[in-house]
């Protein structure tokens, strides 16, 4: 079984609808993150958690919500999606236990705001 | 503030030739140095990673990358291309401490021909 599962995996929505992505991991990290991968920019940050009770915005958190529900679970939440968050979303998991910052991708979520 | 710089967005190499993906970073503090692969229709696997010690580093299927402070460069190579390697690579930083998220480039394709 996969450590870090997304889902869900394919998603089509429409303009205006709520949207929420789900993040769940199994290597007891502590760490959790939430990325977009856009055509030619690479992966920027949107928000990450180092625990449950530490949530932060990266890069581009307008327009996105997070929820860290236990230390596994860590969700996206569009509350009004539009067309240009179109993308590819990862999630990431690393152990803050560990020396390096090595983080570790779920497979990732395909959506597509119409 | 930290940044990533991979020369070249598209890289063609004929199968057997050598593998050499360009990555440039900047950062304030000493940092630590990732790169990952994407796989189509894939997540982000690690490659291999530099935070202390030997300069170069070895990843997996046969890929190494040198650490060089003067020249602020973390480039990858891989001696001969196999068609497999076809595939987007990431170049990433981190701040060399526990808790910071990971900064990436805007990525390069790999294109192996026979």
């Known amino acids: 079984d996969a450590d870090v599962t997304q889902t869900p995996r394919n998603r089509i929505t429409k303009t205006g609808k709520r949207i929420m992505l789900e993040c769940s991991q199994t290597k007891g990290h502590d760490r959790m993150y939430w990325y977009r991968q856009d055509p030619g920019l690479g992966l920027r940050l949107i928000y990450y958690?180092?625990?449950?009770?530490?949530?932060n915005k990266g890069e581009i958190s307008d327009g996105y919500s997070v929820s860290r529900q236990a230390q596994a679970k860590f969700s996206l939440s569009l509350e009004s999606a539009i067309p240009n968050q179109t993308a590819l979303y990862f999630c990431?998991?690393?152990?803050?236990?560990?020396?390096?910052?090595?983080?570790?991708f779920g497979p990732g979520t395909r959506l597509t705001v119409l | 503030a930290q940044s990533v710089t991979q020369l070249g967005s598209h890289v063609s190499v004929s199968e057997g030739a050598l593998v050499l993906l360009r990555c440039n970073y900047s950062s304030s503090v000493p940092p630590y140095l990732f790169w990952y692969v994407q796989y189509p229709n894939q997540g982000l696997q690690l490659l291999l990673k530099y935070t202390t010690g030997a300069t170069l580093v070895k990843g997996i299927n046969g890929f190494e990358a040198e650490f060089k402070k003067s020249e602020t460069s973390f480039h990858l190579t891989k001696p001969s291309a196999h068609m497999s390697d076809a595939a987007e690579y990431f170049c990433?930083?981190?701040?060399?401490?526990?808790?910071?998220?990971?900064?990436f480039g805007k990525g390069t394709t790999l294109s192996v021909s026979s």
């Open positions: 990433a930083v981190s701040k060399a401490q526990a808790g910071t998220a990971l900064i």
């Open positions: 958690s180092f625990d449950v009770k530490d949530i």
């Open positions: 990431a998991t690393s152990d803050a236990t560990a020396s390096t910052d090595t983080q570790y």
